[in-house]
């Protein structure tokens, strides 16, 4: 039994391992890009939480939570679209005020408010994968995990739409 237990033990610091230096590469990369700004195309911010929505649809649909399940997923999807729109506000958008072209830059706090969602969820994947005790089912956290994305994706995106449209009409009127 120990030596089950001292086999596993290295493969899980393995994986953790590898999934963080694909997380750090990925957040490495991202950084380089982060200053400079992108275009921002209002009639494609729907896109994103579309799929997530379709993805969860299918999700649930496939395996539907139970009563309890269904209520973790609506807090879930509730905090997210709290956090999404505190991370759409995190969002810069500008107008260029000759073209009115809309365009949009990653905000730093913006970036580490993602950074601290991943530790987040890493640290609840370790919490659920060592407490053997726990009998949390896996498929709960799935269905939490997209909820919560579903919100936080569509709630950003809503945030970013009413701001920039504000900000393309002033910018507009000015003309």
Do not use: C
Request: net charge positive; proline share 5%.
């Amino acid at each position: 039994m120990a030596m089950h237990g001292g086999t596993h033990e290295p493969n899980i610091w393995i994986t953790y391992g590898i999934t963080a230096l694909v997380v750090l590469a990925v957040l490495a990369f991202r950084m380089r890009s982060m200053n400079r700004l992108r275009p921002l195309r209002l009639e494609r911010l729907w896109v994103l939480p579309a799929i997530y929505t379709l993805i969860g649809a299918m999700a649930f649909a496939g395996h539907p939570p139970s009563s309890a399940g269904w209520l973790f997923a609506l807090v879930a999807l509730g905090l997210g679209a709290v956090l999404g729109w505190q991370r759409g506000k995190m969002m810069q958008i500008h107008v260029d005020p000759e073209t009115h072209a809309l365009n949009q830059k990653a905000s730093p706090a913006a970036f580490l408010f993602i950074v601290a969602l991943i530790v987040v969820r890493q640290a609840a994947r370790i919490a659920v994968e060592s407490g053997s005790d726990m009998h949390v089912d896996p498929l709960i956290i799935t269905d939490i995990l997209i909820a919560f994305a579903i919100g936080m994706f569509s709630a950003q995106r809503i945030e970013m739409y009413l701001r920039a449209k504000r900000l393309l009409e002033a910018a507009r009127a000015r003309h």
